[in-house]
């Protein structure tokens, strides 16, 4: 059998020192968002039972999620995605208590892409879930701090997408197809293939919904989205859901200092849980998404627990990419103390390294068997000063060189 031992499986890596700096500061960064808005941690756990995720509201295939069987046989995946779970603990632990609820999070998911997609397997997240309200006013604190995210994260500038996957769902309804169908038209549109979704809906017949769904990968940018929209659309229910985008798009563009806010009712992505306003957010230099989320009214329905909720992910490690591709890693702080201590010592310079750490200075005990080795040592290591206990209980610190 081939030994794997010395490589990391296929969508995985190892992250070191700088990464690892850059990774949690941003991480704090973001938490200080949620917190400051009155969200409250939770975790849930990194195994699942199969029965979470298989639902008709999943938009994980199973062959895409990692499973395993506990000691009673049971099937178990490990987590692709972190609202679902957060859905279920919501319905069973938390219904009593009172709504709404701000929920914030901060953990891996893992998903088992397909080989040679150039995608992570093990991908780490923070993100809100805003649970028992269905008002405009939620959709808003959502948005608006998506809006705080990017821009903190943001070297050279962001954008904000806004859509509403009602409008597709009630085109796709009218239309009334196969589930299949349907899916192969909300992948074109996503990916907005346009001679592919003109040959798929030709295949259908020619009429008012087909002629809008071959329209609507076209129809994102700035306000002028609504203006075509309208030609489109005669139908009341769609025309009430652009209405409230529209509002929508507009308090968020006047809240958005730096960056942009857009409008695409392409955006169509697989998550088939999401019933209203959808939001991708994009990092100047990053072609992917490192955020996105929407509205999910009918999930935790599922579980037993009827109420509203809206929410977004953010992509940690994309970010982090990202930062290290500008060359803004960060630098971790290096060491201000080396103390040294002959072998009889040793319990003296602990002491005095706790009293320095008491401080607030980081300081390393040197490990070396002599005190050239230490100075050698604490020099090339850009440590500035060097502390030598002795029977004389201790040296002045002294310049490393």
Known sequence: ????????????????????????????????????????????????????????????????????????????????????????????????????????????????????????????????????????????????????????????GFSLELGNIGVFKELMRQLNVSVDVEEQIRQLIEEKNYPALSDTLDTIGDNDITRALKKLPRLFGGAEVFDKAAKLFADEKITALLDNLRSVYEEAASLCDTGVVTVDLGMVGRTDYYTG??????????????????????????????????????????????????????????????VYAEEEYATAAIRKARALRAEGKIVELSLQDSLEAARLYAKENGIPALVVIDKNDEEEKQDAE
């Open 1 to 156: 059998m081939k030994d794997y031992s010395l490589i990391t499986p296929e969508g995985t890596k190892d992250f070191l020192f700088a990464e690892c700096g850059t990774r949690r500061a941003i991480e704090r960064t973001i938490e200080d968002i949620w917190r400051s808005r009155g969200y409250t941690e939770v975790i849930t756990p990194v195994v699942e039972f199969f029965d979470v995720f298989n639902r008709r509201e999943s938009s994980f295939p199973q062959e895409q999620m990692y499973k395993l069987v506990d000691r009673k046989g049971r099937l178990l995946v490990i987590r692709p995605d972190s609202t679902m779970p957060i859905a279920r603990m919501v319905a069973t632990r938390l219904k009593d208590a009172a709504l709404p609820l701000r929920l914030y999070y901060n953990q891996c998911v893992y998903i088992n892409s397909p080989l040679l997609k150039g995608r992570s397997n093990q991908i780490a997240q923070t993100g809100i879930e805003l649970i028992g309200s269905s008002s405009r006013l939620a959709d808003l604190e959502v948005i608006s701090a998506a809006i705080d995210v990017l821009s903190a994260c943001s070297k050279d």
């Open 277 to 338: 306003i959808i939001l991708k957010g994009y990092l100047s230099g990053c072609g992917d998404a490192v955020l996105s989320g929407g509205r999910y009214d009918k999930l935790l329905a599922v579980y037993g627990y009827d109420v509203p909720a809206t929410g977004f992910a953010v992509h940690v490690d994309a970010i982090t990419g990202l930062h290290a591709k500008q060359g803004a890693l960060s630098t971790a702080k290096h060491c201000d103390i080396l």
